[in-house]
């Protein structure tokens, strides 16, 4: 571990992806020098996506790795330091003051504030060619990917109210969407079925279960194999998008026992707040968030979490007469540069 670590850090980011990197870019702004803790797999599920269409900023689009590297490296140029391993512990303090204790590579690392970053996966079928051709016509998000297969044959895999918005909203671009599941009764709400099943382009295909995932000649998903689960026999779907939509485990494991989650895992928060029980500690991105998902709502829950951290250890010193940062004179210099900017900004144009 070469990242230079104190004794007692002010912010410990522990997950990176929008969430964690947007947090660390607003800590380190307000001069709090966080350390993130972003994991072996830095960067979340975007570094598994290909082209990101909808994330404001990116008028072109942009790559998922590159938007990762992109937010990290702003967060970086503001002074934030990494640590490029998985915590495996996070011993959380419950008293306003007390030291959070996250333990990464055998050090334990004391933190007065702890934002918890560390995101959702989605499950997935694991069948064969899943993982193959996962953002190659395999995906995991229809919001994000459904324009993509504009006029082509997919099917979404699930029968709960997921599957069924995602199948919705995917009907909206895709020539025909199949809604695969292993039983004749679906898990979803009356309504949300319904309003499937009034799609023109929507069909249901049961009971059916995805054998496996198959590419078709240019590499990318070509067919899926369904499986019929009450006589065994096969049958084919030729489909260039597939969007498994059976939920996401938030990785809640390290703090479950110390935080309220709900039924799924998802850590719950105060209100409209990233404010967790725990004094101290907040919770952002789509550890919290069961709905939405999506890049830019886990950037707009980090900044929240930073800005809910920043006022904890500003209401919570450890020396009542000192300041709450610990370089003032970086203050002093971010307020300089600020000042420098706008002078040249006034200065007339050339004409």
């Known amino acids: 571990m070469d990242t230079e670590v104190r ?13 964690g990197y947007t947090a660390a870019l607003y800590t380190s702004r307000a001069d709090l020098d966080p350390l993130v803790i972003e994991g072996f797999a830095w960067g979340g599920l975007l570094q598994q996506t290909t082209d990101v269409e909808n994330y404001p900023g990116y008028p072109e689009g942009v790559m998922g790795p590159q938007m990762m590297q992109d937010l990290r490296d702003q967060a970086a140029r503001f002074g934030t330091r990494f640590i490029t391993d998985d915590a495996t512990k996070i011993d959380l303090a419950d008293e306003a003051g007390g030291l959070h204790t996250v333990t990464v590579g055998g050090k334990e690392i004391k933190a007065r ?19 193959e051709l996962a953002a190659r016509g395999v995906s995991y998000c229809a919001t994000c990917d459904a324009a993509f297969f504009r006029d082509h044959e997919t099917i979404v895999v699930g029968g709960g109210d997921t599957a069924m918005e995602d199948a919705t909203f995917l009907a909206k671009f895709a020539g025909k969407v199949s809604i695969v ?32 995932f198959e590419p078709g000649e240019n590499g990318s998903l070509g067919k899926a194999v369904l499986e019929n689960t009450e006589d065994g026999s096969t049958k084919e779907l030729p489909v260039t998008g597939a969007f498994v939509a059976i939920g996401h485990k938030p990785n809640s494991h390290l703090v479950a026992d110390q935080l309220p989650v709900d039924d799924e ?14 004094p101290g500690v907040f919770a952002a991105g789509d550890l919290t968030d069961r709905i939405y998902r999506q890049a830019v709502t886990a950037a707009g829950t980090g900044c929240m979490a930073a800005l809910d951290a920043e006022a904890f250890l500003r209401d919570t010193p450890i020396d009542p007469e000192a300041h709450w940062t610990p ?7 971010a307020g300089q540069a600020v000042a420098d900017s706008a002078a040249v900004a006034a200065e007339p144009t050339a004409r």
């Not at 850090?9 to 992806?17: D, F, H, Q, R």
């Not at 895992?265 to 725990?278: A, C």
């Open 181 to 212: 599941h292993r039983r004749d009764e679906f898990r979803a709400s009356a309504i949300m079925l319904d309003r499937a099943k009034a799609m023109d382009n929507i069909d249901l295909v049961t009971p059916y279960v995805v054998q496996s």
């Open 327 to 333: 370089d003032p004179s970086r203050v002093e210099e």
């Open 7 to 19: 004794e007692t850090e002010n912010v410990v980011i522990v997950g990176s992806g929008p969430a």
């Open 265 to 278: 895992g998802y850590l719950l928060v105060e209100g409209r707040s990233t404010k967790t029980k725990l």
């Open 113 to 131: 504030a702890v934002i918890l970053a560390m995101g959702a996966e989605p499950k997935k079928l694991g069948v064969p060619g899943e993982d």
